[in-house]
């Protein structure tokens, strides 16, 4: 830990000098800290915003290596070896992360204000697309940390390039979190990259089954599909239509085939319940399953149909029922009309 200790600015206050370099907060970050008003929180040496000298951008994380056994599964030592982690590896972190059990100790920190704090277990409960690293004692973003593009020092972002783990961050988890979310490079990679950019990199993995796609091909070759075996061992690898991008866009193409026959069945003034449930899919991404259950005014029968599933980036009563108007809003089902509500694998909003 460096003796220099000077009054930083905005969110260089949320950096300390030690001896792992692992890069900082960008200036439009600080804008944005700026702009939801930190410095006006109980932190008392937080300096006017435009007077850190930007010579001091250059800063170094704590490296606490009393973990070893984690690392196979430790995003924050993955992320500080040498060579980029491999595609199986990012699948292992996205899939068995490491993930603190109810003994777990997190190490306090006291700030200049005298107050002890830790990391708090319940933060990667709430957002499930945080991993904790014990190499860092310190959590990241795990999407935006594995799939997102290498940056200068100027331009790292906390979560994403270095993790949550200090004093200064952890008193302003709520702040420093919500500029996350908000950030267009989250966004993009929970809008996109959970459902599309994740299985880009994990369906090059070698698993023993590999994907259900592939196995479906391969198993019209092996029941004589001539025409298909030579599609895909002659032409030209650009033109398969095997990539993972094709598929999600097959799927979301039968989606927008199904959905209207299902929605047929329901008149203007058809009363409906919801049904949804919070699952976790293969690559550890938190979803809601959305049903409808509804009397057919045609039939005068009782259907139950699926009707999505909705990415979330949290799991908190508020974000899931934003989730579920936004969705009744999509399929234009008047919120009037709902008459019952069942969550069974999301008991915060019971």
């Known amino acids: 830990m460096s003796g220099d200790k000077r009054k930083r600015g905005s969110l260089d206050s949320f950096v300390t000098v030690t001896k792992k370099i692992l890069t900082t907060p960008s200036p439009s ?6 702009t939801l008003d930190v410095a006006q929180e109980t932190d008392g040496e937080l300096e006017e915003p435009g007077k850190t000298d930007s010579t001091d951008i250059n800063q170094n994380l704590i490296v606490i290596d009393s973990h070893p056994e984690t690392h196979d599964n430790d995003i924050g030592f993955q992320l500080s070896l040498h060579d980029p982690p491999t595609n199986e590896t990012k699948y292992r972190l996205l899939t068995k992360p490491f993930r603190p059990d109810k003994k777990y100790i997190f190490p306090n920190q006291v700030g200049k204000d005298g107050i002890v704090r830790r990391f708090m277990a319940n933060w990667l409960a709430q957002y499930s697309f945080l991993s904790y690293s014990p190499f860092y004692e310190g959590a990241f973003c795990s999407p935006c940390a594995l799939f997102s593009p290498l940056v200068s020092k100027q331009c790292a972002t906390i979560f994403v390039h270095y993790p949550c783990s200090q004093v200064h961050q952890l008193k302003h988890f709520s702040t ?3 500029i996350h979310l908000n950030s267009e490079n989250h966004k993009l990679a929970i809008e996109r990259e959970d459902v599309m950019s994740i299985r880009e990199h994990l369906d090059t993995v070698e698993m023993p089954s590999g994907s259900n796609f592939i196995s479906i091909l391969k198993q019209r070759i092996d029941a004589g599909d001539q025409l298909l075996q030579t599609h895909l061992e002659k032409g030209h690898r650009n033109s398969t239509y095997t990539s993972p991008s094709v598929q999600n866009e097959i799927i979301e193409l039968i989606h927008e085939h199904i959905l209207p026959k299902i929605l047929y069945h329901m008149g203007p003034e058809t009363l409906y319940s919801i049904i949804v449930d919070g699952t ?3 690559s550890n991404v938190e979803q809601l399953s959305f049903l409808i259950r509804f009397v057919d005014p045609h039939s005068n029968e009782i259907r139950e149909d699926f009707l999505a599933f909705i990415p979330t980036t949290s799991s908190t009563d508020e974000a899931i029922a934003d989730h579920i108007l936004t969705s009744l809003k999509r399929y234009k089902l008047p919120l009037n ?3 019952g509500q069942t969550y069974d694998g999301a008991p915060c909003m019971s």
């Open 29 to 34: 970050e600080q804008t944005e800290l700026v």
């Open 176 to 178: 420093l979190i919500k």
């Open 280 to 282: 976790t899919d293969s």
């Open 337 to 339: 009309n709902c008459i």
